[in-house]
């Protein structure tokens, strides 16, 4: 559990980065704003059509007895719920990264130029779509597979959010950390090797991520955090892969005034 709550206090530090750069985190939130507005059209009107959405996927439950068919209709109902706040958090966050490139580029200057050095491979645009596009697919597998798992009588409610949390955090790391290990010349293959070995550490991140985005208005403010925190977190995972002492990463030292205070432009 060491590695979980170090996950934790890792987007605990990226919320910090509020008082050390506000402007960068500010400018942050212009496209999670944009994002998060339109991915809250969706759910409204899924939820509007969610009741007559389960009736046309049970029609057969139609000459049920009543407290069976309605005990069906409110499982899938609610497997319906789970695997919609999956794909609205991946997808919020596959978007948002994308769409907002240029502003979470600036935040992970901010990170990295206190931390000394800012790596030099580009990540860019295109690199940016094609990780998010990835995202909303495993995203899109993870939703159905809690949506299934939600179908068990009983305890599939409970185990199906426990489980699509849980896969969606993972995702959410992964995700978040590949600007920061990309730019280090660290190939996806590799990135994922990092995360597999610090896996507790990864999951605690990216869960504590995940339940701020189901906050109404978390995802917002908590995006340009997860943007800092995950690349405090890839900092770890490098040092810990070259076989470093792991020390729970934390916001920088005050420096001289001799040393550069303020981020790369």
Do not use: K
């Amino acid at each position: 559990m060491r590695g979980f709550w170090r996950g934790v206090r890792t987007l605990i530090h990226g919320l910090g980065w509020w008082r050390r750069d506000p402007s960068a985190m500010v400018l942050g939130l212009v496209p999670a704003v944009i994002v998060a507005a339109l991915a809250t059209a969706a759910i409204v009107t899924l939820a509007a059509f969610a009741p007559a959405l389960v009736s046309a996927l049970t029609p057969f439950a139609d000459g049920w007895h009543p407290f069976w068919a309605g005990a069906l209709r409110i499982g899938i109902g609610l497997a319906l719920v789970a695997g919609t706040a999956v794909v609205a958090a991946l997808t919020f966050t596959a978007v948002t990264l994308v769409v907002g490139e240029p502003f979470y580029e600036r935040i992970w200057r901010s990170v990295e130029s206190a931390a000394g050095e800012i790596p030099g491979v580009h990540y860019g645009f295109w690199r940016a779509a094609g990780d998010g596009v990835s995202l909303i697919l495993r995203g899109l597998l993870v939703a159905i597979a809690s949506g299934l798992i939600g179908l068990i009588p009983f305890i599939g409610t409970v185990l199906g959010a426990i489980t699509g949390a849980a896969l969606s955090g993972l995702l959410l790391t992964d995700e978040l950390t590949s600007r920061a290990l990309t730019a280090r010349g660290i190939a996806t293959r590799e990135r994922r090797r990092l995360l597999r070995a610090q896996r507790s550490t990864a999951l605690g991140f990216g869960l504590a991520t995940y339940l701020c985005f189901l906050i109404p208005l978390g995802a917002v403010f908590v995006m340009p955090a997860a943007v800092a925190g995950s690349t405090l977190l890839s900092q770890r995972l490098v040092h810990a892969g070259d076989g470093g002492v792991s020390a729970a990463p934390g916001p920088p030292q005050q420096e001289s005034p001799g040393q550069a205070s303020r981020p790369t432009p």
